[in-house]
């Protein structure tokens, strides 16, 4: 069964500062890593995926994530912060259990920026 | 191109009412999802469905009822609401599998429920 865990359910840092959001997983075959982020009061948008074809993945508004096989991670981090970056930030698994290909969701960490 | 639409976006039940809650999407996907998000819980798989006239069960499907008679709709029923079914609900769908976008779900913008 494939499972995540978001470590840290509120981060704060300062504008500027470097964002890093942790997440590891748990995986029995090669997953496929999501991260979603959450704006008050909205749906998720999906900011980047690994699925297996390189380990640094790039997404968008400046936010990468590095796919560690032997730490069982997949951290995202942003060098910069920005204000607009304050959100709730989901990792996620898909599930290869059954036929259904759901994601299984870590209990997410919300981000604050301070100016 | 609407991609995943919910309607309604909120909604007030008392103890021991009905409603559907309606998901289309107009990508042609083949999976379709009812996830349901509480503070500090994440996501949770309620129902799902891997196409057209098929559902099944996900993770916490008690006092829900769902239904997928066309592809791109996919009704969710609660029959007696209770407060504990507060919350907030997403769709999701997701292209057929085998493809290689199979893996990304795409999110509607959820549905607020709450049950008094």
């Known amino acids: 069964a494939q499972s995540v865990t978001q470590l840290g359910s509120h981060v704060s840092v300062s504008e500027g500062a470097l964002v890093l959001l942790r997440c590891n997983y748990s995986s029995s075959v090669p997953p496929y890593l999501f991260w979603y982020v959450q704006y008050p009061n909205q749906g998720l948008q999906l900011l980047l995926k690994y699925t297996s074809a390189a380990t640094l993945v790039k997404g968008i508004n400046g936010f990468e994530a590095e796919f560690k096989k032997s730490e069982t991670s997949f951290h995202l981090t942003k060098p910069s912060a920005h204000m607009s970056d304050a959100a709730e930030y989901f990792c996620?698994?898909?599930?290869?259990?059954?036929?259904?290909?759901?994601?299984?969701f870590g209990k997410g960490t919300k981000l604050s920026v301070k100016p | 191109n609407a991609g995943v639409t919910q309607t309604p976006k909120f909604r007030v039940l008392k103890t021991g009412q009905s409603m559907t809650l309606l998901c289309a999407q107009d990508?042609?996907?083949?999976?379709m999802y009812w996830y349901r998000q509480d503070p500090g819980m994440g996501l949770r798989l309620i129902h799902y469905?891997?196409?057209?006239?098929?559902?099944a069960k996900g993770e916490v499907p008690d006092g829900y009822n769902v239904s997928r008679l066309k592809k791109q709709n996919f009704l969710l029923g609660l029959e007696s609401a209770a407060p504990s079914q507060t919350s907030v609900y997403f769709c999701?769908?997701?292209?057929?599998?085998?493809?290689?976008?199979?893996?990304?779900?795409?999110f509607g913008p959820g549905t607020r429920l709450t049950v008094l």
């Open positions: 469905s891997v196409g057209e006239g098929t559902t």
């Open positions: 996620a698994v898909r599930n290869y259990g059954g036929s259904q290909g759901n994601l299984i």
């Open positions: 990508m042609n996907h083949e999976y």
């Open positions: 999701a769908s997701s292209y057929p599998s085998g493809s290689g976008a199979y893996n990304e779900q795409f």
